[in-house]
C-alpha cells in the first residue's frame, strides 16, 4: 500500500524532478573502454605503462559524451599508442564488460602484427610493448583483473 502510494506520487512530479530524484538515488558509473590487442598467433598482447605507478596495462579511457564505446576504444588506442582501427573492426570480448567500483569497462578484442609500429607521448603513456603471454611484466591490479577473465595473467 505504502509502495502503491510512493508511485503514484512520484509520477506526479515534472519530469524534471522524476530524473532529478532518479540520479539522486540510483548508483552512477562511468563508462569506458579497453582494448586487449593481441598478435595473430595470440602469444604476445600489447600493453602500457603509464605513470604513477610501476606495473603495465591495457590501452583504455573513458567515453566522451555521445561517443559510443567502439569508438571510444578505438580512439584510446589511437591516443596511447599511435595505432588507428577502424571501430568497426573491434571485436566485442566475451565477458564484453567488467564492474568496478564507480565505472563499467567495455572489452573488445583485435589482432594485429606484434611488429606494429607504436608511438608514445612520454606523458599519459611512458612505454608500449608487446609482451609474450607466458611471461607478462608486473600488470596493474584493474589490468591483472581483467585479464584473468581471459586465462592471461597470473591471476587465471
Not at 508511485?7 to 538515488?25: M, N
Not at 595505432?83 to 564488460?97: F, K, Q, S
Request: proline share 12%; charged share 25%.
Amino acid at each position: 500500500m505504502l509502495r502503491r502510494a510512493a508511485y503514484r506520487t512520484f509520477y506526479r512530479l515534472p519530469g524534471h524532478w522524476r530524473r532529478r530524484l532518479v540520479r539522486y538515488f540510483k548508483p552512477r558509473f562511468t563508462v569506458g573502454s579497453v582494448v586487449v590487442v593481441r598478435d595473430p598467433d595470440r602469444e604476445r598482447i600489447l600493453l602500457l605503462r603509464q605513470p604513477p605507478g610501476p606495473g603495465w596495462g591495457l590501452p583504455a579511457g573513458l567515453m566522451d559524451r555521445g561517443e559510443r564505446p567502439p569508438e571510444c576504444a578505438a580512439r584510446e588506442l589511437h591516443e596511447e599508442t599511435g595505432i588507428r582501427v577502424d571501430p568497426a573492426d573491434l571485436r566485442p570480448a566475451t565477458p564484453n564488460a567488467q564492474v568496478n567500483k564507480g565505472w563499467v569497462d567495455v572489452i573488445f578484442e583485435i589482432e594485429l602484427p606484434a611488429d606494429t609500429p607504436l608511438t608514445v607521448d612520454g606523458a599519459e603513456v611512458l612505454e608500449a610493448a608487446f609482451h609474450r603471454v607466458d611471461a607478462l611484466p608486473p600488470l596493474t591490479p584493474p589490468t591483472a583483473k581483467l585479464l584473468s577473465q581471459y586465462g592471461i595473467g597470473p591471476l587465471a
